[in-house]
């Protein structure tokens, strides 16, 4: 029976080394390897598991070996292989290891079998290193909570099946390695609670430093290690309700990088509204207060703006108490937008709702926020601060051929429905419906200049209204004027032109009625006449009446920035030329909505010291320059750059001149209901009409006057404007203009 028992054994053997891919061998050309594993005294072989692979890695057998420690793979085709020793019981501590004595499968020693030859590989298995680690807190006692991690460093290849290395630990601060092969390995301890501390481990000889700890091959070895406690945060968050201040409980608090980005640490507070937060590393910090139900994402002290908020500085050892802070409870919101379609029910649509929140202060409506609806058209922008608002929705694809709407059904601003966000509570608005989109188009004139400077001033101050000022320019001539748009914008005043000899009678009648606190006449007495000078004090006795005229128009741009600019100064300023109108034209209102004075340069000189001079008198520290290089040339953009630096020197220049109004109203208007036209080959209607322009927040733009050149066009529609109005008569702007065919 044992005879029959080995041939049924061999016969197995045979068929599982068929079964992975290699032909049984012959009787006559069988090969075997065969060997001996020693282990060291006191341990069996019997534990060794010997297992054959292929060169790649395909196992094909196994077999543990003998209590003497003998082993055999028989009946062998010809081939190459690779044995590897199994260490098969953990208490033995003994490493496992390739035949060669290696420990890495790409170093193992291959084994050929060949014309049924018989090759005995031996194999004397050691005991592996082991380490334990005692970790401590300052005081000594072992510490808890502690994460280690152990990784080889020497050695490329991740698949080294004889080193399983890893680490276990007791949750009580002691750490034990599994059996360590010789090499250099990196021992990493930290947590939540403690400074990250990094060791390096030698399995092998040399000796220990501050860093370093050597481990014989084959030892046991116990190090303390002593860790540091990283930096605590503290603070108390209570919430302002209608209904009284209350703790914020539950709410969490996150450490985030300076620009409040990267989370590197958290906490919740308690029943009290308290924190206590450890987990960051040293360095410089922002603390969030995320987002809860009603409550806003706030960095401390009470700032939805990382850049405002309080930084702080996190030191290992040490207690950062931040002391108490309130923020306001907020509320939320929740509506549809829908797109109509004529017969049916109107479907979702795909829109940005806009929020305008209003200054209670002086009623001013500030743009908070943006949403843009899901499938379902719904939209809820999170939590936001109680308050009035006013919700704009438009078409989130800006060729769509929906217009934009202002809740709840309005096409303009000053029709909508304020909605009121409560502290507290969610507020379910109804549906915003958007409907196709058209323009309003409407026309500003008069059967001459003065009669339609006389037509826009009525839409700047209705009949009725006292003005704060008055500029009076020459009707024919535009270089005094060309600085007076921004000036009379921030002054909330209007411009009327005059004749230079004569003061037109609809020009007196309308300074009557206006009965302006000041009038300002800009120019000297060849640009406006002693004699119209006189008309205005006889017209208006009261008021005070000042000539602003330089020895050129460069001179007179100067007064009227310095009388309009000089008491508050101005951060930005545009830069245009004195020698020509158009650019200055679309530039006044863009300047005066960005509270920017419009500054005349000799665009085919350098800038002049004078200029200089009122730009550091004014504070500007950044400049737009009007035009291209034919109108503002290249040195006076040299010399802002040397003045400014030339990331606060931007110039915006088109093809022509409509093009650059374009660019011009692109770079400081977003989307707005109003928009203005003037013709591109006069100054007279735009000098007078960018008050108006300017009271509405609105663009101006240069039209050609037999057609509505394409970019001014693009830009109209972009910018999802309802209202369009021209300023003069048809033979300014034809009415080909008026209906908006494109060139």
């Known amino acids: 029976m044992p005879r029959l028992t080995a041939a049924l054994a061999a016969f197995a053997l045979l068929i599982g080394l068929s079964a992975t891919g290699t032909p049984p061998a012959s009787a006559a050309q069988a090969g075997a390897i065969q060997g001996v594993v020693t282990v060291p005294a006191g341990l069996s072989p019997s534990h060794t598991l010997v297992e054959l692979y292929g060169t790649q890695r395909n ?4 077999v543990f070996a003998s209590s003497t420690g003998q082993y055999s793979f028989p009946a ?62 300052p005081s000594g006692a072992l510490a808890s909570d502690v994460a280690v991690t152990l990784r080889r460093v020497d050695d490329p290849d991740p698949f080294v099946w004889a080193d399983p290395a890893g680490v276990a630990w007791s949750g009580t601060g002691t750490f034990t390695t599994s059996i360590l092969t010789p090499g250099v390995y990196e021992i990493t301890l930290g947590g939540q609670r403690w400074v990250t501390r990094k060791l390096e481990l030698i399995v092998g000889t040399g000796t220990d430093s501050s860093s370093t700890v050597v481990l014989s091959p084959g030892a046991t070895r116990t190090v303390d290690v002593a860790l540091e406690v990283k930096g605590r945060v503290r603070g108390s ?54 987002s809860s139900t009603y409550t806003q994402s706030t960095y401390w002290p009470g700032t939805t703006d990382p850049a405002a908020a309080q930084t702080i500085t996190i030191s290992r050892g040490t207690v950062q108490d931040l002391g108490p802070t309130s923020i306001q409870q907020g509320g939320r919101l929740l509506g549809r937008v829908l797109a109509s379609n ?10 940005t709702v806009e929020l305008w929140k209003v200054d209670e202060t002086d009623g001013s409506y500030t743009f908070y926020g943006d949403e843009v609806t899901d499938w379902t058209g719904g939209f809820w922008p999170g939590v936001i601060e109680a308050g009035s608002y006013a919700l704009r929705a438009r078409p989130t694809e800006p060729d769509s051929l929906l217009g934009a709407e202002w809740y709840p059904d309005a096409r303009y601003f000053q029709d909508r429905i304020d909605v009121e966000v409560v502290a507290g509570t969610t507020t379910s608005v109804q549906d915003i419906v958007l409907d196709d989109r058209y323009f309003d188009v409407s026309r500003i004139a008069g059967a001459n200049r003065f009669e339609t400077a006389v037509e826009i001033s009525r839409q700047v101050i209705p009949p009725g209204e ?42 007196g009648n309308r300074l009557a009625e206006l009965d302006p606190v000041r009038v300002v006449i800009l120019g000297d007495e060849k640009s406006v006449s002693q004699a119209v000078e006189q008309a205005v004090r006889t017209r208006l006795p009261a008021a005070e009446i000042d000539r602003l005229g330089g020895a050129s128009r460069y001179a007179t741009g100067e007064l009227v920035v310095r009388d309009a600019f000089e008491g508050t100064g101005a951060q930005q300023a545009v830069i245009a030329t004195g020698a020509n109108y158009p650019d200055a034209l679309a530039a006044g209102p863009a300047a005066g909505f960005d509270d920017s004075p419009v500054i005349l340069v000799d665009g085919k000189n350098g800038l002049n010291q004078t200029s200089l001079t009122l730009m550091r008198d004014l504070g500007v520290t950044d400049v737009v320059i009007a035009g291209g290089l034919p109108s503002v040339g ?19 220049a088109g093809a022509n001149r409509y093009e650059t109004a374009v660019l011009i109203n692109d770079h400081f208007f977003a989307d707005t209901d109003y928009a203005y036209l003037t013709t591109g080959q006069n100054f007279a209607d735009a000098l007078t009409g960018g008050p108006l322009a300017g009271l509405f927040g609105a663009p101006l733009y240069l039209s050609a006057p037999d057609c509505l050149p394409g970019g001014v066009a693009d830009s109209l529609w972009y910018k999802n404007v309802v209202a369009i109005d021209l300023f003069g008569s048809s033979a300014s702007l034809s009415t080909d203009v008026e209906d908006l065919w494109v060139c």
């Open 59 to 62: 196992q094909f057998a196994q």
């Open 76 to 137: 062998l085709a010809d081939g190459t292989y690779i044995v590897l020793f199994r260490a098969a019981v953990t208490a033995d501590r003994l490493l496992s290891e390739f035949a060669g004595g290696s420990y890495r499968w790409d170093t193992a020693q291959q084994i050929v079998v060949a014309g049924g030859g018989i090759v005995h590989v031996d194999a004397t298995l050691e005991r592996g290193a082991v380490l334990t680690l005692a970790a401590s807190d």
């Open 237 to 290: 968050v209570t919430v302002e309700t209608p209904g009284g201040i209350i703790p914020w409980v539950n709410g969490t608090v996150s450490i985030v990088d300076p620009t409040g980005l990267t989370q590197h640490a958290y906490g919740f507070t308690s029943q009290d509204g308290s924190f206590d937060i450890i987990g960051a590393d040293d360095g410089s910090y922002k603390v969030l207060l995320e």
């Open 342 to 351: 004529p017969g049916v029910a109107p479907t979702p649509a795909t829109a």
């Open 466 to 507: 006292r003005a704060p000022i008055v500029y009076l320019t020459n009707a024919f001539n535009f270089p005094d004027a060309l600085s007076a748009g921004p000036a009379a914008i921030r002054a909330g005043g209007v411009i009327l032109s005059t004749d230079p000899l004569n003061l037109p009678t609809v020009i």
């Open 634 to 652: 290249s040195q006076v953009e040299a010399g802002l750059v040397a003045e400014l630096g030339a990331a606060h020197v931007t110039r915006l």
